[in-house]
């Protein structure tokens, strides 16, 4: 039911209230403050951000592993369960172990490496045995050709053969260490001033250090999840610095002298920022550091290597494995459980740690490297700032769907980009900081919005949805700032109605009889517009104004205007029959541009139309009576419904208007046109204008008085009537100049 007229009045002041809601400014400002929060808190977080990295690198490379070397130029030597089921517990004879280096050197290996260390004398040397038994009394003769010490054997052997020794610095062994064998070169500061250095650590026997080509640093650096991701090249010790395992078997394999240890303020390094070890040079290779000098490993799982079990090493026919080891670099290492060297990897939860040195080599000697760029973390902040202020802009203009979907797209983009950057030119480009900003400003601000939003929607639907088209209201109800004053210029089709003799009406009635009227009456009318979704602009007591094709398109404006108005006139017949009354409408209708917005001033404003076509639209309406005629449309109307049943009324002057409008009597719908008594009735009215017009006025009279003759005259008898006082006023006075254009003194 329309609103009664106080009700109306409260309700055009809550519509004229404006919602509250945040400007884009505002939001903007929440949002790049959300953001900065994010970046400071993923710098204040990083150690414990970076596992979060940590698993997603590893997640790229079980993806796509380093491409593996067809014929790797590193072979392991495996101290496996089969292999101690065969020889023995361990620790084996070191003479077996130097058979073992022996064996290997003979088959042309460019150098061999343990991963571990000999720290006690060998137990089962048969000196020490000697000696024992010789302390409980027996004499024991032995041929003096007989080696009574397996440690001197051991290192007889090699120094025949280019062997590394381990070594473990460690804090938590304080033992001192031998000084390198490798010569080490400085390119700019020396890495003993800003690397991290333990106290100590374990090391060989003096007899075997002595006897060996290099010593290489085998420890695995700590993980917070042990896994091992990278490995240091070089490692500071009690003031000296140790190569990596894997490094320094790449020295001896070539034959080189030293390293050469480049620095961040060498000469053609980036200057600033901290000190920190570049890059390791080994003979012709060159191997990049990163963090505290180490590498970060990209893993292949080296499923072309060879792994020889020890034991096949220690047999009469071990000539037969020379393909696998001729000029490779030989790793000795253990698998076996029980021996305690498994690690895990990003491909794999459980590895022998001799792998690992295996892959570094290898990708050493491919010149495979991961890299971290040093403009990467640049490169990060930035995505994470221009995606989350793309983000913002999207979340301040769209529905909460779309921004779902940007921000699942620049998630995407981000993921996708650092995948790109892995495979293309394994770069370790971290995402997380722009995942992060914008799950963060997205998470944030997105619920703010929706709440805002849901409290707009209730506002606009309680103010607005009584009174305006279900259009409007579902747009300014995801468009609350559509609620500013302000509009556009936009082609509308206006109505303009009211009740005829209201004012007599009015005064016959008391106030509770006449709201009672009008609510039975503008409750159909208000009905059949909204149905032909017309926008109602205001009631006017018994009068209503409403158009069409604002603020949303209307397909066939003008056409469905006129409909509304047959509706109207059927609705007002209906409501005389129920109630027993004789309320006659006027409607007119006129359709061109107008002003269409929220127009008022900053306190109170409504949305309305303004301009020359609204203007019209009312003057033609207030013609209806002086034809007699229910609807009244201008030939811009009738033009654009032309199924629709029309006669022409006049040619008219209305008052304001120097141009002359043609009216057309809107009289039915398309049945009506079929009608061939109205197409009779229409042509003989066409020929009567026709005459008028041509100022043969007793031809017109003649016409006039056949069209009283039709049926549908009926309905039209008093614009006969006036065209019939016309008629005779200008056969008794014919004008001097007559263009057959009627000038209206009212309005």
């Not at 503008?522 to 205001?538: C, G, N, Q, R």
Request: with cysteine; proline share 6%; hydrophobic share 50%.
């Amino acid at each position: 039911m329309p609103a009664l007229p106080s009700e109306r009045r409260s309700m055009t002041r809550t519509a004229n209230a404006r919602p509250l809601r945040p400007g884009k400014a505002r939001l903007l400002f929440a949002g790049v403050l959300v953001l900065l929060l994010t970046l400071v808190a993923d710098v204040v977080l990083r150690d414990g951000l970076a596992r979060l990295s940590d698993l997603l690198f590893d997640a790229f490379q079980r993806s796509a592993p380093r491409t593996a070397s067809a014929d790797p130029g590193v072979v392991v030597v495996d101290i496996d369960e089969a292999s101690l089921q065969r020889v023995g517990q361990w620790p084996w004879p070191r003479d077996q172990i130097g058979q073992l280096v022996d064996t290997a050197g003979q088959l042309g290996a460019a150098a061999i490496a343990f991963d571990m260390v000999f720290t006690e004398p060998d137990r089962t040397s048969l000196g020490p045995q000697l000696q024992r038994l010789r302390a409980q009394g027996l004499d024991i003769r032995l041929p003096p050709q007989l080696a009574l010490d397996n440690d001197a054997l051991f290192a007889a052997t090699i120094v025949r053969h280019p062997v590394v020794m381990g070594v473990a610095p460690a804090d938590e062994v304080g033992r001192e260490l031998p000084p390198p064998l490798a010569g080490l070169s400085f390119a700019g500061t020396d890495p003993r001033q800003y690397l991290p250095a333990v106290r100590g650590g374990l090391s060989n026997l003096p007899v075997l250090t002595a006897a060996a080509s290099g010593l290489g640093s085998f420890s695995f650096p700590p993980a917070h999840d042990n896994i091992i991701r990278s490995m240091p090249l070089v490692t500071a010790a009690a003031g000296q610095l140790y190569p990596g395992l894997g490094v320094e078997a790449l020295r001896v394999a070539q034959g080189a002298s030293g390293l050469v240890l480049r620095s961040t303020d060498a000469s053609g390094e980036r200057g600033g920022g901290p000190l920190a070890l570049m890059s390791v040079k080994v003979g012709a290779l060159e191997l990049p550091a990163s963090g505290h000098g180490h590498l970060r490993l990209h893993y292949s799982g080296m499923p072309h290597m060879s792994v020889i079990p020890a034991w096949q090493l220690l047999q009469s026919d071990a000539a037969r494995l020379a393909a696998k080891v001729e000029g490779r670099i030989v790793l000795v290492g253990t698998s076996a459980i029980g021996l305690r060297d498994i690690v895990a990897t990003p491909l794999a939860s459980a590895a022998p740690g001799v792998n690992v040195h295996a892959e570094l080599i290898d990708q050493a000697l491919n010149q495979q490297f991961l890299q971290r760029p040093d403009w990467a973390r640049g490169a990060e902040v930035l995505v994470a700032v221009l995606g989350t202020l793309l983000l913002l802009l999207v979340l301040n203009g769209s529905r909460p769907l779309l921004s779902s979907a940007v921000l699942l797209g620049l998630l995407v983009a981000v993921l996708g980009g650092a995948w790109w950057a892995y495979r293309r030119h394994a770069w370790l480009l971290d995402p997380l900081p722009a995942v992060l900003c914008l799950l963060a400003v997205f998470l944030t601000l997105l619920p703010t919005l929706l709440f805002i939003g849901n409290r707009e929607k209730r506002f606009v639907r309680s103010a607005f949805g009584r009174y305006l088209s279900p259009a409007l209201v579902e747009r300014l109800s995801h468009d609350a700032q559509a609620l500013k004053l302000g509009g556009e210029s936009r082609p509308i089709t206006v109505l303009f109605s009211d009740i005829r003799g209201f004012t007599a009406l009015s005064e016959n009635l008391s106030p509770d009889a006449l709201t009672s009227l009008l609510n039975r009456y503008l409750t159909p009318m208000t009905d059949v517009l909204l149905a032909h979704e017309a926008t109602i602009d205001k009631y006017i007591g018994d009068a209503i104004m409403a158009f069409w094709n604002a603020p949303v398109d209307i397909a066939a404006h003008p056409r469905k205007a006129c409909l509304a108005a047959l509706g109207m006139v059927a609705a007002v017949d209906a409501l005389n029959r129920e109630s027993g009354g004789a309320i006659r409408i006027g409607i007119g209708l006129n359709t061109g541009e107008a002003c269409v917005g929220n127009l008022g001033s900053q306190q109170r404003f409504s949305y309305s139309a303004i301009g020359d076509t609204v203007n019209l639209a009312s003057r033609v309406e207030g013609l209806t009576k002086f034809y007699g005629v229910t609807v009244l449309v201008t030939g811009a109307v009738k033009m654009q419904a032309t199924d629709l049943a029309f006669i022409e009324v006049d040619r008219v002057r209305v008052v304001g208007r120097s141009e002359p409008v043609v009216l057309h009597a809107l009289l039915g719908n398309a049945d009506l046109v079929a009608d061939p008594a109205f197409q009779q009735y229409a042509q003989a009215h066409a020929q009567m204008l026709a005459r008028y017009r041509a100022a043969e006025f007793d031809a017109a009279a003649l016409a006039l008085q056949v069209l009283r003759e039709f049926p549908v005259a009926a309905s039209l008898a008093a614009l006969h009537d006036r065209y019939a006082d016309r008629l005779e006023q200008l056969r008794a006075q014919p004008p001097a100049q007559w263009d057959g254009i009627f000038t209206a003194t009212a309005k």
